[in-house]
């Protein structure tokens, strides 16, 4: 019966095996393959067997890590048709990161609220001094920190305070008639729930003082980006790198929450340290898969386009104007994309190009925060193109791009790429919003991802750049008609036009576009040995 059961589903699958073959064969020919012999087979002992586990473990691997890389539903289903397989014997699926997770969900429900708040979002900044931030407004940060709670279902804003400070070292952050003042309006909103300091971290004791001062929940941007990263993560390496988040920031509060004796606290502590190394050691099994992935797409000469930028900019809009793609749904939200995301599109000379979207900066938060996803960013920045994409219509645009380009730099450091932005091209969007355009950077592309302004432009700026990184040519060469000569173009370059040779017709000329080590093994292949 469960053996039917499975069959049925199975053959669901291999039915659904459509457009993205056409975009991505190499990826789904393998699962497809390997669907197909789990259905066609007729024994549960090949099926249940050492065998078929053993495929299925194989396949669990492989599509946690597609599924990574490529939201598909495909994919989807043949990761839930291989857990279906392998856990019917097993009883479990073995996990790089199961290290009791009842117990350190249990520590972590203490620091990670899983209701919604209702929230009293303070906004403290530094008035004067070396310290006060450029290039943004207070106002525009609360904005900010206001969209951030927004983000989260069910959380509201009940009302917003910007507060001048002279520091942020005092123990209870505010001077005394400051701390007075937001008290009695704490009172006036009886509904507030928690109070938002939009601040990159406090201090420990510092929350401590304020939860008692004020008696409500104390939060920090931290806080609120690990609430929004844990719900917005699907993937594998995306849950991954949120746990490996969260770990430095429950360390941190260990001995303040409520869990007993000292004893107790170095039983967890050592709790989270080997759940720390198990993620780690999780991470970097998929990033090494990561390597494999894009080490295949380079034999393959895809070239791949990253699109990166502040959180809100318009990056996921931006490639569905550059791809075309119906399937993407842009939101207007922060850290509306989490994981990285490739989409196939063409560019004017019909050389296929691979789009790589990618999760928002924002600033202000923790330096360990951003580490945690180093894997994620290497894809973006060891791309062929890299697009900076920057809303032009937003007040600070100029903090943003100075921020975006400070992270960037951070972490091309860490992964040894020194020549990341010479592979840039920068693009302002929003441009059909914008009053003007503040300081534009030199070769800046003006581009609406709504209304389609200016993007004919960019796919020919991306074809140039893409032609000049990756040591491509227009070419135009004289083949025989229908030999292997064409057959082996075809296969090997991208072919942009075909024309008569109007003194043979036995010949044709044809435009293609080439790398440099292609045409010499095309040369070793059917000019060399003649």
Not at 128 to 145: H, I, L, P, R
Not at 255 to 260: C, N, V
Request: net charge positive.
């Amino acid at each position: 019966m469960l053996c039917n059961e499975i069959r049925t589903i199975t053959h669901c699958r291999i039915s659904k095996y459509t457009e993205f073959e056409k975009q991505i064969p190499f990826i789904v020919d393998p699962c497809n393959q390997y669907l197909t012999e789990l259905y066609r087979s007729d024994s549960p002992e090949h099926l249940f067997g050492r065998k078929g586990r053993n495929m299925s473990l194989r396949c669990i691997t492989r599509t946690a890590l597609l599924l990574d890389t490529y939201n598909n539903n495909y994919i989807s289903g043949i990761y839930q048709t291989a857990q279906l397989f392998c856990t019917y014997k097993s009883g479990r699926i073995n996990n790089d990161v199961d290290d009791d997770e009842r117990k350190y969900q249990n520590l972590a429900k203490q620091c990670f609220l899983s209701k919604e708040q209702t929230c009293f979002v303070i906004h403290p900044y530094i008035k004067w001094g070396w310290k006060k931030e450029k290039d943004v407004t207070a106002q525009s940060q609360m904005e900010e920190a206001v969209a951030l709670i927004n983000t989260l279902p069910g959380w509201k804003v009940c009302k917003e305070v910007i507060v001048p400070l002279e520091s942020f070292d005092k123990k209870t952050l505010f001077g005394k008639g400051t701390t007075m003042k937001l008290k009695e309006q704490t009172r006036h909103h009886s509904d507030s729930t928690a109070i938002f300091l939009n601040m990159s971290k406090l201090r420990t004791a510092q929350i401590i003082e304020l939860e008692n001062i004020f008696q409500l929940l104390i939060l920090d941007r931290y806080k609120v980006i690990m609430h929004i990263l844990r719900a917005h993560a699907t993937s594998t390496h995306a849950k991954l790198q949120v746990s490996l988040a969260e770990i430095p920031y429950l360390r941190s509060r260990l001995k303040y929450l409520d869990i007993g004796t000292s004893q107790n606290w170095e039983t967890k502590g050592k709790m989270l340290e080997e759940r720390e190394q198990k993620i780690k050691n999780a991470i970097k099994k998929l990033r090494s898969q990561r390597i494999l992935l894009r080490n295949k797409r380079k034999d393959l000469n895809y070239p791949i386009v990253a699109i990166i930028g502040y959180t809100n900019a318009g990056k996921t809009s931006l490639v569905k104007s550059l791809t075309g793609s119906q399937s993407l749904k842009p939101e207007n939200q922060l850290f509306a994309t989490l994981d990285i995301t490739m989409h196939a599109g063409l560019l004017p000379s019909k050389l296929k190009v691979l789009y790589v979207d990618t999760v928002g900066f924002i600033s202000n938060i923790p330096t360990d925060l951003i580490e945690c996803f180093i894997a994620t960013f290497e894809d973006a920045l060891l791309a062929d193109v890299i697009i900076h994409v920057q809303d032009i219509s937003h007040e600070n645009v100029l903090y943003q791009r100075k921020h975006v380009n400070i992270i960037l730099n951070q972490l091309a450091q860490q992964v040894g790429d020194s020549n990341w932005s010479k592979r840039v091209i920068t693009v302002g969007n929003k441009w059909d919003i914008a009053a003007s355009v503040a300081d534009p950077e030199k070769d800046m592309i003006l581009v609406s991802a709504k209304t389609q302004q200016g993007i004919d432009v960019l796919r020919q700026k991306i074809e140039n750049k893409v032609l000049e990184v990756t040591d491509r040519n227009i070419i135009t060469i004289r083949v025989p008609s229908g030999g292997q000569e064409m057959r082996w173009l075809y296969k090997e370059a991208t072919v942009v036009k075909q024309m008569k040779d109007n003194t043979n017709n036995e010949f044709q000329f044809v435009e293609i576009i080439i790398t440099n080590e292609k045409v010499k093994q095309f040369y070793k292949h059917f000019i060399g040995n003649n």
